[in-house]
């Protein structure tokens, strides 16, 4: 068996289907795998061998996983950007929906009601008063991260006929051209909370984002805001949002994220994180980073990775390094000179980096020996060489 795999969570089958079983062996209990493949598992606390070459997550989110310590040991971490999307705006439309027409209040009285009362119908028609709603036109929607998910609830909210607002200091030129040119940027964070009738958020909890809606930004919502959050628990400063419901303010906070402290507090709406809970969206996100990360494992290249530069370069016939390293001056060099002391000629040769990360696959003329990759793992600033095997092999 060529590669292992160890899984956490429940992944797709149709992305496990993509391993093919002749150069795979997948399940969780590996002990010394060369992949990890997860969803929301916390791998925070969890030893990972040596042996791990490169870890997928199937969804979005990276904040359970120990990117940094990964990075200083030269491993990828990747991620399926964008694939579920979809499922996660079509629910941050039902929890506006949910806040708007107070639907969850509606469905525990009809729930209570007693189906043996003559009066049935009449305390359907009687009751409904209550849960009087409002529409979503002209409401003012303000979207916090206008990333794959943000940039498709503005979309669809455009699209019902609200007026939207964006706050994105990071937009990439590929997430603004799928925009719709009705969304008006928001010149700060303060501004977009102030004007918004809703305020959805959909940023990834970093260090940066812990906490972003604190009090004082708390304080500048409309007293009548819908909250919504179905990016991370952490984003929201849950005190203070305990504090601002405990004193009537805000109509609404739907979360994706249940905890023990918001139980039973009125006005909270919580979804047991149901975002990326779609078949299309479990299909989509598995197939993509298995794909992704086979494509690492059997020739080097890497696609969608938080942490490491893309760098995909085709297969030559003969065999293939992979050199992550520090990206610092004189790393390509001082490989280069290695390998030709041993008599190697270089073939081919891509080198990208990111940050202070740097990667470079090399492609050579003959089979590089034990010593030569471990006079190249050797090179001050060099975190990881990897052999790839030839095309066929
Ligand atoms: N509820 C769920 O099941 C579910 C599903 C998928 C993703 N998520 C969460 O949603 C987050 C966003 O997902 P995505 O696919 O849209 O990611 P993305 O990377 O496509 O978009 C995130 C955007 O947030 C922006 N951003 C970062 N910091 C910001 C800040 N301080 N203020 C404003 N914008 C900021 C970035 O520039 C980026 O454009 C994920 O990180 C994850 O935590 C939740
Ligand atoms: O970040 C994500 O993609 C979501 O939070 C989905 O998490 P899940 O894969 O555990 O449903």
Redesign the pocket.
């Known amino acids: 068996m060529a590669f292992q795999i160890r899984t956490y969570n429940q992944i797709a089958p149709s992305g496990l289907q993509a391993f093919p079983q002749s150069l795979y062996q997948v399940a969780p209990d590996i002990a010394s795998p060369d992949g990890i493949l997860l969803r929301s598992a916390n791998l925070h606390e969890v030893p990972l061998p040596e042996t791990v070459q490169g870890v997928a997550r199937a969804?979005?989110?990276v904040?359970n996983i120990p990117v940094t310590s990964l990075s200083e040991r030269g491993v990828p971490v990747f991620n399926a950007?964008?694939a579920?999307?979809n499922a996660?705006k079509e629910l941050v439309l039902a929890g506006m929906l949910l806040g708007f027409r107070h639907l969850k209040q509606a469905l525990v009285f009809v729930d209570e009601l007693d189906p043996s009362s003559p009066d049935f119908e009449r305390a359907v028609e009687g009751g409904k008063k209550r849960f009087v709603g409002h529409e979503l036109p002209g409401r003012r929607l303000g979207v916090?991260?206008?990333?794959?998910?943000?940039g498709q609830v503005a979309n669809a909210a455009r699209g019902l006929g609200m007026e939207v607002i964006g706050?994105?200091?990071?937009?990439?030129v590929e997430?603004a051209w799928r925009l719709s040119s009705d969304v008006r940027q928001a010149p700060n964070?303060e501004a977009l909370l102030a004007e918004s009738d809703v305020v959805s958020l959909?940023?990834?909890?970093i260090e940066?984002?812990r906490g972003?809606i604190n009090a004082d930004r708390l304080r500048v919502m409309k007293d009548d805001a819908l909250l919504l959050n179905?990016?991370?628990d952490g984003l929201v400063d849950r005190a203070a949002l305990l504090e601002v419901l405990g004193k009537g303010r805000l109509s609404v906070y739907v979360t994706?994220f249940p905890h023990p402290e918001l139980q039973g507090v009125e006005r909270v709406l919580s979804l047991p994180?149901l975002?990326?809970s779609t078949v299309e969206a479990e299909a989509n996100s598995a197939v993509m980073v298995v794909n992704n990360l086979r494509d690492f494992l059997e020739n080097g290249n890497i696609r969608h990775s938080v942490n490491f530069p893309e760098v995909i370069m085709p297969r030559t016939d003969g065999p293939r390094l992979a050199v992550a390293n520090a990206n610092v001056p004189n790393m390509v060099g001082q490989v280069g000179t290695t390998l030709a002391e041993a008599g190697l000629n270089i073939v081919d040769l891509l080198n990208r980096s990111k940050g202070d990360l740097a990667y470079t696959l090399i492609d050579v003329d003959g089979p590089v020996p034990d010593r030569v990759q471990a006079a190249i793992q050797a090179i001050d600033g060099v975190l990881r060489v990897r052999r790839i095997p030839d095309v066929g092999a």
């Open positions: 969804g979005a989110g904040n950007p964008g579920n999307a996660v916090v991260g206008l990333g794959a998910i943000g706050f994105d200091p990071g937009l990439t997430h964070l959909h940023v990834p909890l940066a984002t972003l179905f990016a991370r994706d994180h975002g990326a």
